[in-house]
């Protein structure tokens, strides 16, 4: 007869074993911007929000192929865009408005390969700010170039929070409750046609798009990271995130 206490421990690597078989700290792949011509550069809070939610980050460099990113979204369980410079306007059919546009085309095409790599994949993506309109642009939407002079009625939204409201069901709704919310705001930018398929589920009070989602891609217009800084509730954000990767 087997003692009791090799059954425990028998039990034990049992259990240890199936945990194994689950992803329990999903590798999350973060996209880049650069510093100067030759480096890459991310600010430390999206790894940070990635970490204390219990996943696994990875900065993704910057890529010039579509091999490339292939690749690194093969080994990911999501992807999150970051932030940054604007997406180059030709790519909804415009040319720049004015001087306010900052173009980076070596970010550009690494993002938009890695965008449509990851929508080819079907990972849950998170997209934050640039990331937000980048998504829409590659899904086939378009963009205020820039908020102050084409919606001049529009609030400040260059370094002045906000509140948002919800505007349907959805994954804001879901983690937060139906209620109004106070966020950052860093964009002279936003959602002007949303893509096909999008679904707008929160809105600031002049109307512009803060927050959308398809069944693959949850987007925000404000950084979560950033807030999460001095506010621990954006954490439920990125761990209900990362509950859709395991
Ligand atoms: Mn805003």
Known sequence: ???????????????AACAC???????????????GTRSDALSRNYSEAILRAGGTPVIIPTLTTEAEAERVLARLDGIVFSGGEDVNPGWYGEEPLNETVEVNASRDRSDSLLARAALRSGKPVLA???????MNVILGGSLWQDIPTQLPDAHVHRGVSHRIGMTGEGFLTRIYGPDSLEVNSRHHQAVKDPAPGIR??????DGLVEAWETPQVWAVQFHPEAMLQDDARWLALFEAYLDRLR
Request: hydrophobic share 45%; glycine share 6%; proline share 5%.
């Open 128 to 134: 934050i700010c640039r990331g937000e309109q980048l």
């Open 1 to 15: 007869m087997i003692p009791r206490s090799r059954l425990l421990s028998l039990a034990l690597v049992l259990l």
């Open 200 to 205: 707008v589920t929160a809105r600031s009070d």
């Open 21 to 35: 078989g689950r992803v329990s700290a999903p590798l999350v792949g973060i996209s880049c911007s650069q510093s």
